[in-house]
């Protein structure tokens, strides 16, 4: 018994020695260090705004405890970037220990001061990692765009805006009533996450048929992360005195509602939509109530409900695509087109809506009906049309509404890959889509493309 005593006490007193035992530095230069990457890479930031942050990890892969002589980021405070070493903000980093087989974590981050040019530019540095005589460099690279900056900015007169640099909106941008803002060709306007574009006056918008010269309303998160995320900014509202809106080559994308409209003034149309795209839209692609919208050759895709009206108005989409599928950031649960003459069953309101040469299809059994009429009864005009259009119904409801129509057939989309973001909405030389137009006076399609030189038109924004 004492002798097992004994040897109880010896086990413990060496457990006690090696617990105490500290783990001793590996000072040999062929120690082994790695990082996550050899290079960080930030997509466009806009000068003055800062970037999102970046990280890469430094890997001991040794057995013994390193120590990091020094961590330098070596355009010093003078640089763009901006390093945080485990928590630590700085820019020189000394006696950074290691332990065996851990990691640590360096968060970048760049804010570019503005320069004279008007297009894009590059700064780079890097980031100096020195142990046991030997430097390591992490690489650096941003591009930094000069851009037209404002933050909760009203327009109080009649303004232009054209393709010199970018227009960044932080906090949100009003034009006031009786007051037109008009945009022109190529410009390309990037809103934060709190900057809702609210037109209380006149919004002209004039792009071009070429992909560089349409306007693009988008988020001003370019990072490859979160570029293409729906509901990036609040999207654009035209209040109830706002009035004569145009909107021509118009790319609207990655909001949480695309255009929202209430309410209109004068007999004209409150917005004009020709040759637009509105997509990856979060809540809805086009919101009206009690509005009016004449759209032509337009696309309005992938949104969480593609067209919502409500409260009655007055409405004409002609050559238009419908259409949604599931994706990465969106389910298609609802109907591409809903329309009701009621804001709620007490407010009832006359409604006509007519619908020529457009594709309405949703992928996928969750939703049978794409099309949804809700018609509340009341004494006030109702004329809702359907004519020659393509579209997707399990129920036989609303037939009626329905002439020299195509349903339940696939529209044979030229190219379409949701897991690879891949929706290319032409068509295919066989889908019954083509050909099964009427002429209505409309001569191009969303490309430009001349429509029904041969034959009668194609449905949906594309001519084949």
Known sequence: MKYMQKSIVVVLLILIVFSCRKISFINSPNASLS??????????????????????KIFNQNDQKLRLSQIQLIGGSASPFKINVDGTAGVNFSGVELEPGDSIYVFVSVT?????????????????????????????QAYGQNAHFFRNKRITADTIWNNNLPFVILGGLSVDSNVTLTINKGCKIYTHADAPLVINGSLKVNGGVDDSTRVVFSGDRLDP??????????????????????????????????????????????????????DNIYDAGIVSVASSIKAVNCLI????????????????????????????????????????????????????????????????????????????????????????????????????????????????????????????????????????????????????????????????????
Not at 126 to 135: A, M
Not at 400 to 414: A, M, V, Y
């Open 35 to 56: 990082f996550s990457t050899d290079t960080l890479h930030f997509d466009t930031a806009f000068t003055t705004t800062g970037s999102v942050t970046q990280s890469f």
């Open 112 to 140: 570019i001061n503005p320069n004279t040019s008007n297009l894009p530019f590059v700064v780079t540095d890097s980031i100096l990692v020195s142990y046991n005589g030997n430097n390591k460099y992490l690489q650096l």
């Open 225 to 278: 992360v979160y570029r293409d995320l729906p509901a990036g900014w609040p999207g654009i509202t035209f209040t109830t005195s706002s009035i004569n809106n145009v909107l021509t080559y118009v790319i609207i994308k990655n909001a949480y509602q695309g255009i929202v409209t209430q309410s209109s003034v004068g007999d004209s149309p409150k917005i004009t939509l020709n040759q637009c795209i509105i």
């Open 301 to 464: 895709s992938n949104c969480g409900n593609n067209i919502s009206i409500a409260g009655g108005g007055l409405y004409s989409f002609d050559f238009c695509t419908v259409a949604s599928y599931a994706t990465d950031y969106i389910d298609h649960k609802k109907p591409v087109l809903f329309l009701s003459n009621s804001y709620n069953e007490n407010l009832v309101f006359a409604l006509i809506a007519h619908f020529r040469n457009c594709i309405f299809y949703g992928d996928g059994g969750i939703v049978p009906n794409e099309l949804i009429v809700d018609k509340k009864a009341t004494a006030a005009p109702f004329d809702v049309a359907f004519e020659n259009v393509l579209y997707k119904n399990k129920d036989d409801t609303i037939d009626s509404l329905f002439t020299n129509s195509i349903k339940n057939q696939l529209p044979e989309f030229d190219s379409i890959d949701a897991g690879r973001r891949i929706f290319n909405f032409r068509l295919k030389p066989t889908s019954p889509a083509i050909n099964k137009g009427v002429f209505t006076g409309n001569t191009i399609d969303l490309d430009g493309k001349m429509r029904g030189t041969l034959n009668l038109p194609d449905l949906g924004c594309y001519e084949q």
